[in-house]
């Protein structure tokens, strides 16, 4: 009998399948994993333009204001008088004094939208900002008051295609949010 050496068909088809399963398990892994270090990226963005903000409410007397589309106005102060806000800040969270400028930071955008974070402080006195997080198993995601849906603030802050579920203000992180009352 000449038998000649080799691999069966059933041999051949159980490789490939374990290499499948492994194959799906691994990609799995490696998506959860971007979607964590997206959301990560944009906690310490906004942690670090938190305090770039409170740095400027010490030097200004107030927080930054925010236009109509949330994003964060530069003030001018001459001879120690804050003038108007405008909105022409290039990217970075600044005041000019006395016509030299003090930058706080550049302006870190979302890893996906490449937008700027919602910032909201119509007046001044207090600040919120926000962002759409990825992973909704995030220990740090917004949920509703006793019950386990995830909202957003439509009503305050436009995060894009994505809800914002994120949210920082001068009190800090925001963990719960009461629902929408019934009209």
Known sequence: MNKTAGFTLIELLLVMALI???????IGS??????????????????????????FNGDVGRYPKSDSENNILCVTKVNGVVTNPISSC??????????????YMAIPKD???LSNYPYVSPAGADFAFYAALENSEDKDIVMNTGTTVKTDWDDEA??????????????????????????
């Open 20 to 26: 499948m399963i492994l194959s799906v398990v691994g």
């Open 30 to 55: 490696y998506i959860q994993a971007t979607v964590k270090s997206k959301d990560t990226q944009r906690k310490n963005d906004i942690n670090q333009m938190v305090k770039a903000v409170e740095s």
């Open 90 to 103: 290039d990217g970075k969270i600044k005041t000019v004094n006395d016509g030299v400028p003090s930058i």
């Open 111 to 113: 890893p996906v939208t």
């Open 158 to 183: 436009d995060c894009g295609t994505s809800p914002c579920n994120y949210k920082i203000t001068e009190t800090g992180l925001i963990k719960y949010r009461d629902p929408k009352p019934a009209l």
